[in-house]
């Protein structure tokens, strides 16, 4: 699931979702210290749980500055296909990657797909363990991530 114990937080790992309405981060080194300011926005989940976003502000991952909200319950981070789009980027799905380009073409990320999840690592050590924990957890986490 998304929202978990601190314990099983990955720090360094987004996935690119399709179904996420805004871009969630939950490591707030991640933002741009400028950027950040409070907020106290609720999130429902697919298992109905809520959870808050405490802050807001831009994230840079590789090329891409978006506007994400700071949510340390988030196991993983969620970087937005729908957001992406409204900034101008293309979103492409091919043979188990998922391409980033901006508006001139060019890639400016890419993800590999996992156990049905688009995972972006921006380090590689959590990459791994993120992994470990989803091939090795309960059966219906995937199911619930994805509702």
């Not at 950040?36 to 502000?57: F, P, S, W, Y």
């Not at 073409?105 to 996992?114: M, T």
């Amino acid at each position: 699931m998304v929202a978990s114990h601190r314990s099983a937080t990955s720090n360094g790992t987004w996935v690119i979702d399709s179904g996420a309405s805004h871009n969630y981060g939950n490591n707030l080194r991640h933002f741009r210290n400028d950027s950040v300011m409070e907020t106290n926005m609720i999130i429902r989940l697919g298992d109905k749980h809520q959870v808050r976003a405490r802050k807001k502000g831009v994230v840079r991952l590789g090329g891409v500055d978006m506007e994400a909200f700071y949510v340390p319950e988030f196991r993983i981070s969620l970087l937005s296909v729908g957001q992406l789009d409204s900034h101008g980027y293309r979103s492409t799905f091919r043979s188990g990657i998922c391409s980033i380009t901006n508006t001139k073409g060019n890639r400016v990320l890419s993800a590999v797909l996992e156990d049905g999840l688009n995972m972006l690592a921006i380090d590689g050590s959590a990459y791994v363990s993120e992994i470990r924990m989803l091939r090795t957890g309960n059966p219906i986490t995937l199911t619930i991530w994805h509702q």
